[in-house]
């Protein structure tokens, strides 16, 4: 079992920057992959930012330049760098964790993004 907490959310002003980390609990976060979902509101849940256990990246072409993910396999967490924020970025970010035990969510952090 993997247990995943995510912090950093909060209100910001479109333009502005945000971080947001995800503590995972357990031994083999080294071997998992982890990622970054959000969930606008009447919105399916979509893929923002994956990191392999190899370091590879991917990003969703909407924060393409703008969101940088990130992992720290001392600390067993997993960052998310949100810069250039937009009104349009506002949603709940969920945290998530895939290795040979299965597939992990965290609860949700909000990000509103407003003036």
């Known amino acids: 079992q993997v247990q995943l907490v995510e912090s950093g959310g909060g209100l910001v002003q479109p333009g502005g920057s945000l971080r947001l980390s995800c503590a995972a609990s357990g031994s083999i976060f080294s071997t998992s992959t982890m990622g970054w979902f959000r969930q606008a509101p009447g919105k399916e849940r979509d893929l923002v930012a994956i990191?392999?256990?190899?370091?590879?990246?991917n990003y969703a072409d909407s924060v393409k330049g703008r969101f940088t993910i990130s992992r720290d396999n001392v600390k067993n967490t997993v960052y998310l760098q949100m810069n250039s924020l937009k009104p349009e970025d506002t949603a709940v970010y969920y945290c998530y964790a895939q290795n040979r035990l299965g597939s992990f969510w965290g609860q949700g952090t909000q990000v509103t993004v407003s003036s």
């Open positions: 990191i392999t256990s190899h370091e590879n990246t």
